[in-house]
């Protein structure tokens, strides 16, 4: 065998390897994040600060390592709910993913956000009092004039069973309800 040939078969061997990791790719099935189904007041205990307001912009940047991308989400607040954050106060919200310089990090269930966007956050403070999304997309509403919106798409939601023993996986549609009923939820549980 000559080395051209060499050549040829091990490029062949790559590319049919290459070929079946793709075919794989395409057949496997989408993955979900699992999470515990939580109700507006599990929400409302879990967070620090809760708020409804408008998505200014989003920046994302590189970690000062260049191993991890974040998102910086600015929301102008329209009404507090509980906290300490002030109406018509500026806040940043730091979100784990997004996409920068050509690469994105991403995973199940992350709640996106678009500049412009009407939005309850239910969310809390880490040690270096960074703000960041209780719940992954559990922790964002979409508000639509005087309605909010939950959307779980991305995420399998689990709740125990009966028993208290075992997990049981349980299919939540996106829901709404109005600002004034999310309002009160959340004063009552507080």
């Known amino acids: 065998m000559t ?3 060499s050549i040829r078969r091990f490029v062949r061997l790559r590319l049919s390897l290459l070929a079946t990791i793709m075919a794989a790719l395409v057949v496997l099935p989408v ?15 879990l967070s620090s600060d809760i708020f409804h307001g408008q998505i200014i912009s989003t920046e994302t940047f590189w970690n000062a390592e260049r191993t991890r991308i974040y998102t910086h989400v600015r929301v ?18 730091k979100q784990l993913g997004g996409e920068k310089d050509g690469v994105r990090m991403d995973y199940a269930g992350r709640p996106e956000f678009s500049a412009g966007e009407s939005v309850v956050l239910f969310t809390t403070r880490l040690k270096n009092n960074d703000l960041v ?14 309605e909010v919106k939950r959307d779980f798409s991305g995420i399998t939601l689990v709740e125990r ?11 939540v549609k996106p829901s709404r309800m109005t600002i004034d009923e999310l309002r009160n939820r959340i004063a009552r549980t507080r």
């Open 3 to 5: 080395r051209e040939d």
């Open 31 to 45: 993955q979900a994040t699992i999470m515990q189904y939580l109700e507006v007041e599990d929400l409302t205990r």
């Open 76 to 93: 102008r607040i329209d009404e507090p709910l509980k906290g300490s954050i002030r109406r018509s106060e500026i806040i940043t919200v």
């Open 133 to 146: 999304v209780v719940a992954l997309k559990q922790g964002k509403m979409l508000v639509e004039g005087d």
């Open 161 to 171: 069973s009966s028993s208290g023993k075992n997990l049981q996986q349980i299919t």
